[in-house]
């Protein structure tokens, strides 16, 4: 089992400062590489060779996304990959601020990932970005699960614009600028979480660990990412899809 995260020296100015459990290396050498092969890691494909290493000490690269390759120890990623006091005290500064009059309400982190998804050559890779529907859909399935509570949506977005336009709604909240630590710090420790595309979405998702909707489209298929994208290898089963 990996019990610490670890940075490359080129990292160790940020990683340290973000979670509690970082270690950098100072001699790579000790450490046999495995990185995965392709652009298949990259749009969750699980290598079964990472799921019976031998050695001791083994840096692997690659993106790793699927939840796979940690599924029999999820508690024990999530108590590793906490946040540093200094992450966690911002964080919750910021939500105590906003929720200050809404003590008692269940607390759903929402990730909206719009700008790099929309421009440049992403559409063409087979990135696809959900629009107000798809939002509609998770709120009403979220307060499907707690019909006697009420709930406060806080979102995280790099779009406040098409946010403020689109879900304006006295019980959803936009979270103030601040580095994306700090937002991802506020989302995992929200009770559920509702995603719309990204590692940065799906980390948050899985630390939070309470119900997650995600964005069914978010890799189109018969595109260049699309084709060794696999969903059921990147989401876990209990996560709930939802269309636009």
Not at 8 to 19: K, V
Not at 109 to 129: A, E, M, Q, S, W
Not at 218 to 235: Q, V, W
């Amino acid at each position: 089992m990996i019990t610490h995260s670890v940075c490359r020296r080129e990292d160790q100015n940020q990683l340290p400062y973000t979670y509690r459990n970082t270690l950098c290396v100072q001699n790579a050498q000790d450490h046999e590489r495995e990185r995965g092969k392709s652009m298949c890691v990259h749009m969750a494909t699980c290598h079964v060779i990472l799921l019976n290493l031998t050695k001791a000490n083994i840096s692997i690269g690659g993106y790793l996304q699927s939840y796979k390759y940690f599924e029999d120890y999820a508690d024990e990623v999530r108590q590793e990959f906490l946040f540093s006091d200094s992450i966690a005290n911002e964080a919750y500064l910021i939500v105590h601020n906003l929720i200050s009059e809404r003590k008692g309400n269940l607390f759903v982190g929402v990730h909206i990932r719009r700008g790099d998804f929309l421009n440049g050559g992403n559409p063409k890779l087979g990135y696809g970005v959900p629009e107000k529907s798809y939002f509609s859909k998770a709120f009403k399935w979220m307060q499907s699960k707690f019909p006697d509570r009420n709930i406060t949506y806080l979102v995280a977005s790099d779009d406040l614009n098409w946010c403020n336009d689109n879900l304006k709604s006295d019980n959803v909240l936009a979270l103030p600028n601040a580095p994306p630590a700090i937002h991802m710090a506020i989302l995992s420790s929200c009770d559920h979480v509702i995603m719309s595309g990204g590692t940065y979405g799906w980390w948050s998702s899985f630390l939070a660990g309470g119900y997650v909707v995600y964005f069914k489209r978010f890799m189109s298929k018969d595109t260049t990412f699309g084709a060794s994208f696999n969903p059921e290898t990147y989401y876990p089963p209990l996560w709930t899809g939802k269309e636009k």
